[in-house]
């Protein structure tokens, strides 16, 4: 007679083929490159004549020991310890156009992209002035047209914690105050998803906050390290956090009528009872909010997205139609994978090799109107930013096809284009990151793709 597998060894069995099944059911779909464009890596811009003298030049406190450089050009990347990372110096006069975190079209064709909190951290980065622009792109000339750069500020002291120019009119804000990661315009107002609360950030077309808000669901503040609680200690009671440390709102969606905003939280969130990450069986995920922009706080509502990777993470998410999304998940290597480092440690040294090449970079489309009895979104196809057709010779690399890649750690933008295009962009991390050539720094790159298909599906 045989014997019946047990219960116990069948159930792990079975979780296993669930998710095998959903991996399945995410179609692979081409993507043809159809435009490609380029923000020069020295693309610097004159501040407002009215911001503190401190913010005519930026970088100076990006040095590992943490002391100001008042000189322009005295701090390398190799300072970063990225040997590879070599044509960038820092200070600057003026401010980095780029380090670009989230984009949204507007109806007329120009974009708004948000420039996020200038050099990585809050520490480094009290002299790095937030901004978002409007932007219009000329594909056949591969550049990027800066329409107007909107300089975000907080004179009537809408944003309740002290800031770098607190004791300016027009207080202009800084990178130590927010980190700008996801933008979305309705109507007359921009919202900007911020990492460190994380919160939520409103202002009027001209930069002048509106409206600050922390995520709270259910009369519970959710926190990260860099919350402004933390910022000046003591703090009452046991020190715990829920968001991990600049792992805030990267992305932000917004509803097509205009009602509801969608935040992610890029990384999965502490568990403080079992003192764990949360995952569903060991398959780590990270919860999309939902906020009504009428009554100006979180619903309670959230939907949980399943990462292919623990040390995945989400960086940009737009809505195609009421349920369906673009999201973008991304692996933390920059680099061609062919050009990886071998167990040459001194090659590695030299930065002759990428020692954590990309090998994940997708664009999923996820379908809200279809979770789970869980709460799960579904996942129903993906491009994959690694394997772009290019059959025209259209990239900007000088390089003819037939595959172009997009191999940055920091691929942060996507929506949308028209009813046949999306348009891509990366963080190029000013000054520290080289995933496009070795011995480069990154350019700010667009690349618009052709996924008419991936679109209707």
Request: proline share 6%; with cysteine; glycine share 10%.
């Amino acid at each position: 007679m045989r014997k019946r597998t047990p219960l116990s060894l069948l159930i792990p069995l079975i979780i296993t083929l669930y998710f095998a099944s959903l991996a399945s059911g995410q179609e692979k779909s081409d993507a043809v490159l159809s435009g490609h464009a380029v923000v020069p890596l020295m693309s610097i811009l004159t501040p407002p004549g009215d911001v503190p003298g401190h913010l005519q030049t930026s970088g100076k406190y990006t040095h590992p020991d943490a002391k100001r450089r008042d000189d322009v050009g005295v701090i390398s990347g190799k300072d970063r310890n990225k040997p590879r990372v070599k044509d960038v110096y820092l200070p600057v006069e003026g401010q980095p156009f780029q380090g670009f975190s989230g984009i949204r079209m507007l109806k007329d064709g120009t974009a708004v992209i948000v420039t996020d909190n200038g050099f990585g951290t809050a520490k480094n980065s009290p002299d790095a002035v937030l901004m978002f622009h409007r932007i219009k792109f000329d594909w056949d000339r591969g550049e990027v047209k800066l329409i107007k750069t909107i300089y975000l500020h907080d004179p009537d002291r809408i944003i309740p914690f002290r800031i770098t120019n607190e004791a300016t009119d027009k207080r202009y804000l800084t990178g130590a105050d927010i980190d700008p990661e996801s933008i979305q315009v309705v109507g007359d107002s921009v919202f900007i998803g911020d990492e460190f609360g994380p919160y939520i950030i409103r202002t009027d077309m001209d930069g002048k906050l509106t409206g600050f808000r922390e995520l709270s669901i259910n009369g519970k503040t959710l926190r990260s390290p860099d919350h402004y609680t933390f910022q000046s200690l003591p703090v009452p009671g046991p020190v715990t956090f829920d968001v991990k440390k600049s792992r805030g709102f990267e992305s932000m969606a917004v509803s097509p009528d205009g009602k509801y905003l969608y935040p992610i939280v890029e990384a999965p969130l502490w568990v403080e009872e079992t003192k764990s990450f949360e995952n569903r069986d060991g398959v780590s995920y990270v919860r999309i909010y939902e906020f009504d922009i009428e009554k100006g706080g979180f619903t309670g509502r959230s939907f949980k997205y399943a990462l292919e990777d623990k040390n995945h993470s989400v960086t940009d998410f737009n809505l195609i139609n009421e349920t369906k999304g673009l999201v973008v998940e991304r692996d933390p290597g920059e680099g061609d994978a062919s050009l990886a480092c071998n167990d040459d440690k001194k090659e590695a040294a030299a930065g002759n090799c990428f020692d954590d090449p990309a090998r994940f970079k997708r664009i999923y489309k996820i379908d809200m109107g279809g979770v789970d009895k869980d709460g799960f979104v579904k996942k129903a196809a993906y491009i994959d930013l690694l394997d772009i057709k290019d059959p025209d010779g259209v990239s900007r690399l000088g390089v003819k096809g037939p595959v172009f890649t997009f191999p940055f750690e920091t691929t942060e933008g996507v929506d949308v284009y028209d009813p046949t295009h999306i348009v891509v962009l990366n963080d190029n991390n000013f000054g520290f990151s080289s995933g496009r050539t070795l011995g480069k720094n990154d350019d700010n790159e667009f690349i618009l793709l052709e996924v008419g298909e991936f679109l209707k599906k």
